[in-house]
């Protein structure tokens, strides 16, 4: 069984106003208030990006990538609305995309979608009501949000001849997500966490033994953490030991922070610390340049689901050029692959460019 993973995939602002279809262009961000300005900030960069694109335009090269790797299931964290509702939560940067443009990710083949992250109830909960529809009309399973506290936490579920796969979404506090965007048994929301306590550890193990039977294999998809640096908390690193040791995750799944972060093997299960930004309109900020936002990586884990074994992990680089996933220069490959090993434990990058 190979899974793709990737971190935040937004596709909107910028991103949605080069779509055939596309939102009010409207944001509500201190310095700017018209999306459209992504679009030129990113030219002022890269040079002329076309409008009225296709719906895979946005994937570029990570299709050849999908071809040559052939991955069973592609999991992404989306991190922007599909919606044109105007009740946009006042946090100072909204993202949404049109509904229309759910096209993006049929063209990718998505299979599941986390939504429990900062961004999902940037337009109210009628746009986290609108991004569910528009995911289950395109037939795309979600995790991580829904109409109460139960639907929230519940895993997708996807059935495979080798046996099921069970992916849980969850989002802590730190990486921006407002309280109140918890769901509860009454109101609708993300699922929520507050800390990284032993009750919350026990809270997770008690859910996924719920739902997980002998033969299932376990991806739990945290949004957590700061946006930038490479240092891990104690704590998160304490906290994804538990969520293995004694809750059942197979593999964590960790996003937020805009570029890549560590990667784990502990007790054989893979630790994605961050997996960082996949898709966005940062083009043409020039912040953190250090980081290196511009390259992205393409994560493939690939298990054996019954007993549970990991076979490999296999990272592919690419860069966001023009709002599209190209190929990086072999030099920026070699900067990623020393980058990740420098960082990680129990884990040994081999990139491909």
Not at 283 to 292: T, V
Request: glycine residues 8%.
């Amino acid at each position: 069984m190979k899974i793709f993973l990737c971190g935040d995939v937004m596709l909107g602002r910028g991103i949605d106003q080069i779509q055939m279809q596309s939102a009010p262009p409207q944001i509500h961000e201190d310095y700017l208030k018209d999306a459209r300005t992504y679009v030129k900030l990113a030219e002022s960069e890269s040079g002329h990006i076309p409008r009225n694109v296709s719906a895979n335009y946005v994937w570029g090269e990570a299709l050849n990538v999908f071809k040559q790797r052939k991955p069973d299931i592609k999991i992404i964290n989306l991190e922007t609305a599909m919606t044109l509702s105007e009740s946009y939560f006042p946090k100072g940067i909204n993202y949404r995309m049109h509904p229309a443009n759910v096209s993006i990710l049929e063209e990718a083949g998505i299979d599941v979608c986390a939504l429990a992250n900062n961004h999902i109830l940037d337009w109210g909960v009628q746009g986290m009501r609108d991004t569910i529809t528009s995911l289950e009309s395109a037939d795309i399973l979600f995790a991580g949000a829904g109409k109460d506290k139960d639907e929230a936490q519940a895993p997708a579920v996807i059935e495979t001849k080798e046996g099921r796969v069970l992916i849980f979404s969850l989002a802590h506090i730190l990486s921006g997500v407002p309280e109140e965007w918890g769901a509860t048994d009454l109101k609708p929301g993300v699922f929520f966490i507050s800390n990284f306590n032993q009750h919350t550890v026990n809270e997770i193990a008690a859910l996924i033994k719920r739902y997980k039977q002998k033969k299932d294999l376990v991806v739990l998809s945290i949004h957590w953490g700061s946006n930038w640096g490479h240092d891990i908390p104690a704590d998160h690193r304490e906290f994804a030991h538990a969520l293995i040791a004694r809750a059942g995750v197979h593999i964590l799944f960790g996003h937020s922070s805009h570029h890549p972060r560590k990667v784990e093997v502990y007790n054989g299960c893979p630790i994605f610390y961050g997996c960082g930004d996949f898709i966005n309109d940062y083009e043409g900020i020039k912040s953190h340049k250090e980081f290196r936002g511009d390259l992205v990586l393409a994560y493939f884990v690939d298990v054996q689901i019954f007993p549970y074994k990991l076979n490999s992990i296999n990272l592919d680089c690419l860069m966001l050029k023009h709002f599209q996933l190209v190929r990086p220069p072999l030099k920026d490959v070699k900067w990623m692959f020393n980058t990740i090993n420098e960082v990680s434990e129990g884990y040994k990058a081999q990139l491909t460019s």
